[in-house]
T-cell receptor, first 119, second 109 residues
């Protein structure tokens, strides 16, 4: 089956610094990647959708200058939290979707998530 | 009203019990996902359904497209099944998911 990895799994940073989270599809080409955020005891909230080679589409209320998304290749998308603040502390999850997988078309495969703590 | 509603929100069961978690949605969908999230947060995709029924081990997922309803069943539940189970719908193929609030399942030995 398709595998999506995220790195790092946990990160602690100081307020004001920037943090980059990587999402990789390991054995398939991801035409679309999604970035989600999860607050404690809440469900996932879509932040943005990125298609390889084009600008990400952000959901309403998500600051695109704060959460920079790059999807430069079919196997890698990155989320950079710029000038992080304690309220950015959250669990960030990516998923990857590919058209035309032989065994399961058009489904989404989730990464394991990255827990960000901003001090 | 949320587009995706799950019930119950919390469920406690004894080991061995048969468990059902329900998901209702209000939009047209191309697929419905059942996800499992363990403490610590990692998400595992259990099923993707567009019709009928799927079975994997002790897990069974069904969907009724006309009634806009899906159920996740766990047979012979075990404490290791304790997790949050999340229903999510995909409105068009390969598109964003809309998530339910999740069902916290606790299976006691």
């Amino acid at each position: 089956g398709a595998v999506v990895s995220q790195h790092p799994s946990r990160v602690i940073c100081k307020s004001g610094t920037s943090v980059k989270i990587e999402c990789r599809s390991l054995d398939f080409q991801a035409t679309t990647m999604f970035w989600y955020r999860q607050f404690p005891k809440k469900s996932l909230m879509l932040m943005a959708t990125s298609n390889e080679g084009s600008k990400a589409t952000y959901e309403q209320g998500v600051e695109k200058d704060k959460f920079l998304i790059n999807h430069a290749s079919l196997t890698l998308s990155t989320l950079t939290v710029t000038s992080a603040h304690p309220e950015d502390s959250s669990f960030y999850i990516c998923s990857a979707s590919s058209l035309g997988l032989v065994w399961e078309s058009d489904t989404q495969y989730f990464g394991p998530g990255t827990r960000l703590t901003v001090l | 009203k949320n587009e995706v509603e799950q019930s119950p929100q919390n469920l406690t069961a004894q080991e061995g019990e048969f468990i059902t978690i329900n998901c209702s949605y209000s939009v047209g969908i191309s697929a419905l996902h059942w996800l499992q999230q363990h403490p610590g947060g990692g998400i595992v995709s259990l099923f993707m359904l567009s019709s009928g029924k799927k079975k994997h081990g002790r897990l069974i997922a069904t969907i009724n497209i006309q009634e806009k309803h899906s159920s996740l069943h766990i047979t012979a539940s075990h404490p290791r099944d304790s997790a949050v189970y999340i229903c999510a719908v995909e409105e068009t193929s390969g598109s964003r998911l809309t998530f339910g609030e999740g069902t916290q399942l606790t299976v006691n030995p």
